[in-house]
């Protein structure tokens, strides 16, 4: 098992005998989105839940473990890195004498190299056989960012750029730049980790401008005290009392015009940092094929991903984690490499979902019993049918997707061209209107919609692509002409799925704004009894259930 105590903490499990990986993400287990262990400014509210109590959350993993039918014993334990110094990361180790409370553990060790982790996961799970790697966020223990060249066939994995110079901080000046330059988007968000993806979102509606950092307005009291040239910042979080106090609150589109100055510079700030510490970038490019690997938060970044592949004519691959939920896997296949027992090239390992099945699935029989009689079988042609009439509906089967994109598991689905519903879906989610909505559709049917080329790109929303002109999809064509594309090219129950609808779905992650994507059957009756959502689907074995009224 390995370990990431950093935000969005989480836990991989490796069982030798079914060959097979798990992935417990603590935000989706507990309910606290960016959850950090033990519980920092970006979980505050685990305070209050557990009363700064970590041995609940062990308590919580190991009874999740066991649900999953392993034994509470590890071989080899490895705690990750997360920043700075050891003695820096150490309030975010999980202290092994506290762990073997609940596991038997027979070794432990800790790992040094948060972008090693990043770059270890995204390797171990996607194509190519050779390229470039590339990791990029706003820090670890290691580098802000990483750049080096892979090999499976001879086992190469080589890194040639570590830099931890403040300028390489690319991941973390979204925020930095919002607070200095936003207003609502920042103060509507609970995180400052989700502060990025609504500065790209929002860029698609604004023009170029000249930035210049909020000041504070005129208070002479206020003067005596700052001097003239103090910036004011926007500070996250609705119940931030500290906030930009400038009375001339910027409109709308002064927002997006900031958001999309924003996103151009860091667009260029990241191409000027390749070609600043890899001179050489264009001819390693070309003898690995143009392929890079890109992992790290910023390669969460899907408009950067599509201008890089436009302008280098490469394939940039990311994975369904880039983020540091995946550096548990990175951190773990590293660890079994350097001791022998993985090869770079025995095969590949899909994280996609590796996440545990619904957590309460085992109540679906009382649930139906005690609040929803009038629920009833269903069958995946008449689900289509529900999609087409223009209903929005939740679906929840298999096990749950591992990284912050639904796929198909945890989801709320809607017909992608119906013009309009995706006013619905925001107003379910309790999200912004500005803010883009991904499609899902088979692979084998995507070019009559996209402008696309290989399915493998495409399988987890993290590349933007062009939007066919002649195609009618107006919930999920963002303003810039382009979406957020999944495309589904192996059997499985979207596929059926897609197949009988035969066009484009929406398809978001099934939560609410401010919270991780649901695993509970409970949490997901409360989305459907609170919300706008017109259905829940609950696949369980070979039925088909849907709940729509209560008693």
Sequence with gaps: MAFYGGHDSAFCIYSKEQDKFFTIELEKLLGIKHFSWPGNYQSMKMSKIFQGNQRAVLEQLKEEVIKLGLKPEFRHVVIGSTWGAIHQQRPYLLPMEMLSEYFYIENYSINRGHHLGHAWSAIMQLPPERGLFITCDGGGDDAYFTFGEFDRSTNLFKRHVNSQDNRHKIGGIYEGLGHQHLDSICQSSPSGLDIAGKIMGAAGYGKPVELTPKSWY??????????????????????????????????????????????????????????????????????????IIFSGGFALNIINNMKLEEKYNCKIWVPCNPGDNGLPFGFLTKWLIENEKFSMSKRLYDNSFTGPPVRDLDR???????????????????????????????????????????????????????????????????????????????????????????VNNYKHMNIAVKVREDANLPSITHIDGTARLQAIDEPGFMDDLLKIHGGVLLNTSMNLSGKPICNSLFEAFHILERTPLDKLIVVDGDDIWCFNETI
């Design 364 to 454: 679906l029989l009382s649930y139906r019993k005690h609040f929803y009689p009038k629920a009833e079988k269903i069958t995946a042609q008449e689900i289509a049918r529900i999609l087409k009439k223009g209903e929005v509906i939740a679906l929840m089967h298999g096990n749950l997707e591992t990284g912050f994109r639904a796929l198909g598991n945890r989801s709320i689905l809607c017909d992608a061209s119906i013009e309009g519903i995706k006013d619905k879906v925001n107003l379910t989610k309790r999200r912004e209107l500005y803010r883009p909505f991904a499609p899902i559709c088979r692979w084998e049917d995507a070019s009559k919609w996209f402008e696309v080329d290989d």
């Design 218 to 291: 005129e208070d002479s009291e206020h003067k005596k005290t700052h001097p003239e040239s103090y910036v004011a910042y926007s500070f996250y979080g609705e119940n931030n009392r500290f906030r930009f106090i400038n009375k001339n609150h910027m409109t709308f589109q002064e927002e997006c015009d900031a958001c999309h100055t924003i996103q151009l510079q860091i667009e260029q700030l990241f191409d000027d940092t390749i070609h600043e510490l890899i001179p050489d970038f264009e001819e390693k490019l070309e003898h690995y094929g143009r392929n």
